[in-house]
């Protein structure tokens, strides 16, 4: 079974930038769908971004333009780079790794992003 590790989290100012990065173990890493989902205190957990085993990219609308998902097969890693961020993007960042074929759904511990003035 796979295993993911986030890493990259921390704080930002308005405006700022971060990246995020998660790891994930085994051989068969490109064959997931690899999204970002956040979740801030009191509300569900959301899709911030995914990108397919192709690369193909889809964002939640409130970071489109600021955020940019991307994978390197090669260093079995994702990452998403964070710019021009808001209060709002306030949150704890997991990582998810999918596949209907290999039967897998697994999520990261998760990293705190918190952005202030």
């Known amino acids: 079974q796979v295993q993911l590790a986030e890493s990259g989290g921390g704080s930002a100012q308005p405006g700022g930038s971060l990246r995020l990065s998660c790891a994930a173990s085994?051989?068969?890493?490109?064959?997931?769908?690899m999204s970002w989902y956040r979740q801030a205190p009191g509300n569900e957990r959301e899709l911030v971004a995914m990108i397919t085993s192709t690369g193909s990219t889809n964002y939640v609308d409130s970071v489109k333009g600021r955020f940019t998902i991307s994978r390197d097969n090669a260093k079995n890693t994702i990452y998403l780079q964070m710019n021009s961020l808001k209060p709002e993007d306030t949150a704890v960042y997991y990582c998810?790794?999918?596949?209907?074929?290999?039967?897998?759904?697994?999520w990261g511990q998760g990293t705190q992003v918190t952005v202030s003035s």
């Open positions: 998810n790794a999918f596949s209907s074929v290999y039967n897998t759904n697994t």
């Open positions: 085994g051989r068969i890493f490109r064959f997931y769908r």
